[in-house]
């Protein structure tokens, strides 16, 4: 290697040398240029066509225009989901599966009866309403959610979780009204009470109510927590129903019925055993407690603990001395007190008179709440009732949405 090959640039050769690397003077190389060209603006010509990108891959300014924090809707068509065009009105939608309004948080919570739970509270702006169909399933938090229960001496306890969530919120079922009902619509709730104590009386009434009926289970079934599971599994929220004192016969409420003049103490430590027994209801109902619901000292033990704990309350209306309703509005509970009550004692008759009481109250005030036992014949009524709310103008609606519970910033 010579002084003048070291000095040379890297891949050229020294000067006054031939480069190894020239070009042979034999091959047609204008006709391959000609050609490569060609193939070029070929492959150009398929990229537009394929891509229909007509610049050619070449990069090009996009103009990003400001997101509008005011929306309107897409309609949402089922089962596909898939968008289509927005109503020429900019305040409201429709859409194949029902109407969709545009309106400010409280509003919308007004007119749906949907709780929107937010942490640390505020309005969302701009909340939209999505009417589905029925047949959709609607699906229940799932249960126990650890931000909400507490260890107890019987079990597990709900509670108010250290974000603010409550049992009363967290487990009730949406409400989800079909296309047909209007917003403004009258309202009714229903309970049927007495779950847990026969599992095929229980698996009945499961399958045949609709979802958006409220069920509460007594204390004692010996699959307690399987049978609540299956029955929230199927859409239904729950109550927990409590065997209280009543003023003459007793029967039926078992040992541990809550007394009316028991000790502060030894009350608290009775209904956490009945609180204890499963998990995943919004509140408690009671059962008889004639006395204890006349109680102002019992009732107020009962219904801080309730109020504490994120739960609403349920009087079962049969009980005209009841102090329910003014004790839970002075401790901050939710309550609510049924407006009729079926028993499966009474005759078809009188059933279908009391049916048809509720459904007028419903008209007159709005909304109204009923409560029937979980007996084959009454489930059998009440679900037929049911079936044709929808068909007289009337939303069926789960009882959490008819009960308002205050909000509450502390954790047990």
Known sequence: ??????????????????????????????????????????????????????????????????????MT????????????????RDDETTSSIGRTVRAGAPQVEIESGVKVVRRGGGDMPDALIIRVPDELRTSLAPAPDPRLIAPGPYGVLPRIGRDGSRPADIYARPVVLPATIRANAPRIALVVTGMGLNEAMTE????????????AFAPYGERLEQQAEQARAAGHELLLQ????????????????????????????????????????????????????????????????????????????????SLALPIAASLGAGAA????????????????ALLRRLEA??????HAVGIASGAPQSVDRVARFAQGLDARGIALVPLSALIAAPARTSAR
């Open 204 to 215: 009945g009434a499961v399958e045949k109510l609709p979802p958006a009926v409220t069920l």
């Open 361 to 366: 109250l419903a008209r007159e005030r709005g």
């Open 73 to 88: 809707a897409r309609r949402i068509s089922a089962p596909a989901l898939a968008a289509a065009p927005t109503s020429a």
């Open 337 to 352: 007190r049924a407006d009729v009550m079926i028993e499966a004692s009474q005759r078809p008759e009188a059933v279908e």
């Open 1 to 70: 290697m010579s002084g003048d090959d070291l000095d040379a640039p890297l891949g050229f050769p020294p000067d006054g040398q031939a480069s190894s690397l020239a070009l042979p003077r034999d091959i047609p190389w204008a006709g391959l240029a000609l050609g490569g060209m060609g193939l070029i603006a070929v492959s150009l010509v398929a990229f537009v066509v394929v891509t229909e990108d007509r610049t050619g891959g070449l990069p090009q300014a996009l103009t990003i225009a400001p997101i509008d924090h005011q």
């Open 242 to 321: 409590t065997p209280m004192e009543g003023f003459a016969s007793n029967e039926g409420a078992g040992a541990r019925m809550l007394p009316a003049n028991a000790p502060r103490d030894k009350l608290v430590d009775m209904l956490h055993w009945h609180m204890g027994r499963f998990p995943g209801y919004i509140g408690l109902t009671n059962f008889l407690g004639g006395r204890f619901m006349s109680s102002q000292a019992a009732l107020a033990t009962l219904m801080q603990d309730v109020a504490d704990r994120g739960l609403v309350f349920l009087d079962d209306g049969s009980s005209p001395q």
